[in-house]
């Protein structure tokens, strides 16, 4: 049996990278491509590592390259991602008022024809409500639980997190979706199988703390990946976990493209972080470039404790959004065509880790 080791980082896998960017942007010709093509001209093989996202061919929107660019470029590469985050809805901070009143008291639909991220909510009002009591619900017990008190916060290991708040409150969001019969979460570090593809030769995958998992035409898709810390998380394991969230969702997304081929700017495979008591929604998506795109969508803190409404209401938008953006995803996959010529289908761009 061959060990589990990637091979070590070379220069020349990352100048193949960085020629290739280049040489995509140049055949969109666009004031965006024309910008970061003038960016990229700075950056060499020497300045990177398998660590950062231009290694890997991944335009991330915290990245120098990005932050640089003039303000009305630097808005049109992040467009995609502003239509992704709908408007606030008032009937979610009232019931997260309302909750917070009574926490005491212990108390799928069939898709449309083809959706998209266009800053719009696909569920009604009533629905998303429907979600966030359930999601409330789920807080009571939390807020009940004395293991979440000031005594034992620092002393709480991560399994303990993660079984009774990370997982329940996931679990809470993204229940009843439609095509609930195809889809789970694993939560038990399930080998992922976008992570083995690029490994290639019967190497073992990356494994998640948690996955969304989506069966379509005979194939499972990885539609979201989830990295979690202890509730006290050190600033090594947040920068750790962050890294390896971004080469996840990015082999993630060449997986998906291998079945078949979603709107491009539209389609993202989500990655999820909880870095102490934060949680941070991420998107990465292919652009008209053909570019992967790494977006930081919304953050919140997450209540372990009672908290005000707006904060509670924060953290319950942020797992809506996600609740948003995964069914738009199933709808993407369920209408997109098959990938069917082999001899066109891309490896993953992921540098392997040393």
Not at 41 to 64: E, F, G, K
Not at 286 to 297: A, M, P, Q, S
Request: proline fraction near 5%; include cysteine.
């Amino acid at each position: 049996m061959k060990a589990n080791k990637e091979k070590p980082l070379t220069s020349e896998q990352i100048d193949t990278n960085l020629n290739n960017m280049r040489s995509k942007l140049s055949r969109k010709q666009s004031s965006l491509s024309n910008e970061l093509i003038l960016g990229l001209r700075s950056i060499t093989a020497s300045n990177l590592s398998w660590r950062d996202p231009l290694a890997s061919r991944v335009i991330s929107d915290d990245s120098d390259l990005v932050q640089n660019l003039p303000p009305k470029i630097q808005n049109t590469f992040l467009k995609p991602s502003r239509r992704m985050i709908p408007p606030n809805l008032a009937v979610i901070r009232e019931t997260c008022r309302r909750f917070i009143a009574n926490f005491n008291e212990h108390r799928t639909e069939s898709l449309p024809e083809k959706l998209k991220h266009d800053s719009s909510w696909k569920e009604s009002g009533e629905v998303l409500a429907g979600v966030a009591t359930n999601i409330l619900d789920t807080l009571n017990d939390v807020w009940n639980n004395p293991a979440f008190g000031p005594d034992f916060e620092d002393s709480l290991n991560e399994g303990t997190y993660v079984t009774n708040v990370i997982i329940p409150s996931i679990r809470s969001a993204l229940k009843n979706l439609p095509f609930g019969k195809n889809a789970f979460i694993s939560t038990s570090e399930r080998q992922s199988l976008a992570s083995a593809d690029r490994k290639g030769d019967g190497q073992m995958g990356r494994r998640p703390d948690m996955m969304f998992e989506f069966k379509y035409n005979g194939k499972v898709y990885e539609l979201m990946f989830v990295e979690c810390s202890r509730l006290s998380c050190t600033k090594r394991k947040e920068l750790d976990d962050m890294v390896k969230l971004w080469r996840e969702s990015n082999d993630g997304l060449y997986w998906a493209r291998k079945g078949c081929k979603p709107e491009k700017e539209q389609f993202g495979i989500v990655g999820i972080q909880v870095a102490g008591r934060k949680i941070h929604l991420n998107v990465i998506t292919r652009g008209e470039d053909e570019i992967h795109r790494y977006y930081h969508l919304h953050s919140a803190e997450i209540p372990v404790r009672p908290v005000g409404d707006y904060d509670l209401a924060n953290f319950v938008k942020t797992l809506l959004i996600l609740r948003n953006i995964i069914i738009v995803n199933m709808s993407l996959l369920y209408h997109a065509p098959s990938s069917t010529s082999l001899r066109q289908m891309e490896d993953s761009s992921t540098i392997s880790s040393p």
